[in-house]
């Protein structure tokens, strides 16, 4: 049974405003030369080369932190619930205590701490250096550039600050004296919560939406994408591309004509959407943990999940 409207809009809406307060704001509006102008970026396949979580992901298990099999097992698990497209509640539930599984007990200083070593060794070498590019433009025309991402709230910094931009919107799970419960703050930054979180910090840092952008691959993000003045598709999915295409809207592809033509719905609206369910934690479970179930289809999973992480 799906959850009621109201219920997921609550979730949304407090995921979204969470994120917004959680954003750091480290420099004066009047700094910038457009202060009611900005713009936002998703991060897996629009301005990074697959999924973050997943590419943070194999950072800890070339530590040893996880094994392989755990990894596939629950990112298999995360990616046919989110390209199924349901939210029964049965699913939704599982999904979600699978992925707080992770996180409890875990500091947030250690997890900053690697997620920093991992994105230099993994992560810089597959940013869409197009993309990037666009971010540049917007930070010269004096602009504040935002990620808007279902990661964890902590890696999305991550990711910011290396790249010189404003700040990020990402994922909150609850955090009590630097220690993750568990628990998460809403619901993932996925879909309709990404507009919320966009809304939340318009709202606080006196923003025009009508004169801001957003850039995404996914059709996920349309309710993010139609917020804004300014929507563009960057190395869209299918559907997104043919909402933009027929909606007018810019589109920018930064891969190649062969790549793109493949890639399709599992990597943008699959693997990106992953982010979501594992934001709670995918990566965070202890290696000395043993599977709870064992999966047949693991090999051919495993391959798949690499493929279209951006390998």
Not at 21 to 45: E, I, K, Y
Not at 48 to 77: E, N, P, V
Request: aromatic share 6%; charged share 25%.
């Amino acid at each position: 049974m799906a959850r009621p409207r109201s219920e997921r809009r609550s979730r949304a809406v407090a995921a979204g405003v969470a994120s917004a307060a959680a954003a750091d704001v480290g420099v004066d509006s009047d700094a910038f030369l457009d202060p009611t102008g900005a713009a936002f970026f998703d991060v897996d396949n629009t301005m990074m080369m697959g999924a973050s979580i997943y590419h943070f992901a194999r950072g800890l298990a070339a530590r040893k932190f996880i094994s392989t099999r755990d990894l596939t097992r629950f990112g298999w698990q995360q990616l046919s619930f989110r390209i199924a497209g349901t939210e029964r509640a049965g699913p939704m539930s599982h999904a979600r205590e699978a992925a707080l599984a992770f996180v409890a007990g875990r500091s947030v200083e250690e997890i900053v701490r690697w997620g920093e070593e991992i994105y230099d060794e993994v992560m810089a070498e597959r940013i869409w250096s197009g993309t990037r590019a666009l971010a540049e433009r917007h930070l010269a025309a004096g602009q504040r550039v935002w990620l808007v991402t279902a990661t964890p709230i902590e890696l999305a910094r991550i990711i910011s600050v290396r790249l010189g931009l404003t700040g990020a919107l990402g994922t909150v799970s609850e955090i009590v004296d630097g220690i993750y419960t568990g628990r998460l703050v809403g619901e993932p930054l996925h879909g309709p919560a990404k507009a919320e979180a966009v809304r939340a910090l318009a709202q606080r840092e006196a923003l025009d939406l009508i004169r801001c952008t957003a850039y995404s691959d996914s059709v996920n993000d349309l309710p993010m994408l139609r917020l804004v003045g300014r929507p563009v598709a960057v190395n869209p999915d299918p559907d997104l591309r043919r909402i933009a295409r027929h909606s007018g809207w810019e589109v920018r592809d930064f891969r190649s004509g062969r790549r793109a033509a493949r890639i399709g719905i599992p990597a943008a609206a699959g693997l990106g959407a992953v982010a979501g369910g594992v934001a709670a934690g995918i990566t965070l479970r202890r290696h000395a943990e043993a599977p709870t179930a064992r999966a047949g289809m693991l090999g051919g999973s495993w391959a798949a999940l690499h493929r279209h992480a951006g390998r």
